[in-house]
């Protein structure tokens, strides 16, 4: 496959595909169950190992390269239906204090094509959470990428997908691509994910989440009128950033997309996209971020100590699906690890644990 020729620039976004998206009345909410069966236990079991093992030392089991960790706020839609009232937004109007991680999937040139993450960690959020280690913490995170689909069907195939991967030793595992070209379209899509400003990009969900009775995606698309060319340096997202937040605000929509169709809007297959004609957006919260000096050595420091992962979750936000299940297994283990090797606490921040230098408006 001539494809397969161009091995060292893919490897490195498979890599990063790989360590970055592990990264997190409705009939399939009830299909969904989220409850393991004995195969699944054992296959994500193995998936953790692999990516232990393909994690670099105190660098983040998923997107590794940080642009930046801004202080935002996150305000309910106040005019929101009756309905959509649940977890987090079952106040109208209510804002929370936020942190936000911009990443890239990997540690490289910003000028190469690949992934975007975009990470929310909302504070002050009351209520019990999913995991059983940290059920008293007070943070909701909502974690997301500049793509709308996953690029494994589920658990098993993901890894079937870590196997080859670790078998290739360094190469392209063409043999996985060879039985599942479906996958291989989507990876190569990455390729193509030039973007010239963070603050400009829309980030998706791509795995569904319940929200009370139902299942979701959610996604953020920027209203501010941003502009941007990809650049020429090998780090111009974060100075690009940088330089906007100096000077003005940046804000986005918060939607969700709820699940009208099981068939068509499947759990348990994250690489179908849902929609939007059958199940359009509907705006639930606005993200703004208010101008800043984010690019410190302090504030930095503090991005890379917080942990994002779509199980810092009340039980009405809970992530759905069996790649959802396999990255709460990954994300503890990985984010565990690293945490030891950077001799740092594994802890939930508290709106007060660093201040922002915001700027006056």
Known sequence: MQWFSRSQTLLKVLIATLIGLILITSPALAQDSSIFNLNEATTITKIVEISKQLQPPKLRGQHTKGHGTVWAEFTVAPDLPEDLRVGV????????????RFSNALVMDDTKP???????????VEG????????????????????????I???????????????????VPQEFFKKHPPELEIVQSFQQKYIGNLLAAQYWSTTP??????????????????????????????????????????????LIQQQTDAEKMPVEDPTVEWDEQNAPMQKVATIRIPRQIFDTPEQFAFGETLSFTPWH??????????????????????????HQEMDVAVKEPMPNSLTPYLLNP
Not at 230 to 235: H, L
């Open 128 to 151: 019990e959470k999913v995991l059983a280690s940290e059920k008293n913490a007070q943070t909701q995170d909502f974690v997301m990428l500049d793509h709308p689909v996953f690029f």
């Open 89 to 100: 937004f079952k106040q109208p109007g209510k804002t929370y204090p936020a942190w936000i």
């Open 114 to 124: 690949g992934l975007h993450g975009m990470a929310i960690k909302l504070m002050g």
């Open 209 to 254: 989440y319940r929200f009370s009775n139902t299942a979701i995606k959610f996604s953020a698309i920027p209203t501010s009128q941003i502009g941007g060319e990809v650049g020429a340096t090998p780090n111009y997202l974060r100075a690009v950033m940088a330089d906007y937040l100096r000077n003005q605000d940046a804000t986005f929509d918060f």
């Open 153 to 171: 069907h589920n658990a098993e195939d993901f890894a079937e997908f870590f196997t080859a991967l670790a078998e290739a030793r360094g190469q």
């Open 313 to 338: 979750s009340l039980p009405e936000h809970q992530p759905l699906g069996s790649i959802n299940r396999a990255r709460k297994a990954i994300y503890q283990a990985t984010s565990k690890q690293r």
